[in-house]
């Protein structure tokens, strides 16, 4: 699968992210020296392991029967010490349906495990940066 991504145009910072036929503006924040036209590259990151945990629950809720009615999943961004190496993310669940207690610690386990969590937390990523073809 390719990502792209290409400023849209204008005279800032924005850009048209594109997955597949999906197409995200992506920007930098005012601090960065953006105007906040869309999330910046690291509110995608946040937000892919929102996703993941949400998708995760969900399917497996379904396959296993348990009638979970609503999913959110809030992800806080401590970041303060990224630069010394540590970039803090805590996410929490809010499950709604008809579910004991067994159900809802079975589904906060199974958000633990969710792919792009352990991508995060288990997985050296190797980046190579070359020239487009």
């Known amino acids: 699968m390719t990502i792209s991504i290409r400023r849209d145009g204008t005279t800032g910072t924005r850009h048209i992210l594109k997955i597949r036929n999906h197409e995200i503006p992506v920007d930098a924040s005012p601090a960065g020296g953006g105007s906040d036209a869309g999330p910046e590259p690291h ?18 809720a379904r396959r296993k029967g348990i ?20 970039y803090r993310l805590k996410s929490g669940l809010r499950l709604s349906g008809d579910l004991t ?12 495990k969710c792919p792009v969590h352990k991508l995060m937390t288990e997985v050296k990523t190797e980046i190579e940066t070359g020239w487009a073809d």
Not at 101 to 112: K, N, P, S
Request: with cysteine; aromatic share 4%.
């Open 43 to 60: 509110d995608l990151y946040d937000a892919s392991l929102a996703a993941c945990k949400a998708l995760t629950v969900l399917i497996y």
């Open 67 to 86: 009638p979970v009615e609503d999913i959110e999943v809030v992800v806080d961004r401590d970041d303060s010490e990224e630069r010394k190496g540590v």
């Open 101 to 112: 207690e067994a159900q809802r610690d079975e589904l906060l386990r199974v958000a633990g």
